[in-house]
């Protein structure tokens, strides 16, 4: 069965940075755009930023400035470089190849003091 498997959350103080990383199957990595998404609780599930093979970056309006989408080819990962975190990006984020049905397990980000 074909897995996006992400890692790096956590929990963080307003301010501070952490990157996360989502890991692909090749065949799949060279297919698609890859992107992040984030859902916090009770809200609907957002897209934060997405990356095409060729490397052109789009963002959502709040993280614009803050957060940096990248991928490897190759290691077939994708990043999300998340700095000046605030409370508000508190929620758990998924990748996706995005226009696929094919997502990761989520990682949670906690941004609290």
Same mark, same amino acid.
């Given at each position: 069965?074909?897995? /996006? ?5 956590? /929990? ?89 049905? /094919? ?11």
């Amino acid at each position: 069965q074909v897995q /996006l498997v992400e890692s790096g959350g956590g /929990l963080v103080e307003p301010g501070e940075s952490l990157r996360l990383s989502c890991a692909a199957p090749g065949v799949i990595f060279t297919r698609f755009a890859m992107a992040w998404y984030r859902q916090a609780p009770e809200k609907q599930r957002e897209l934060v930023a997405f990356i095409t093979t060729g490397g052109t970056t789009n963002y959502a309006n709040s993280v614009k400035g803050r957060f940096t989408i990248s991928r490897d080819n190759a290691k077939s990962t994708v990043y999300l470089q998340m700095n000046s975190l605030k409370p508000d990006d508190t929620a758990v984020y998924y990748c996706r190849a995005f226009g696929s049905s /094919l997502w990761g397990q989520g990682t949670q980000v906690t941004v609290s003091s």
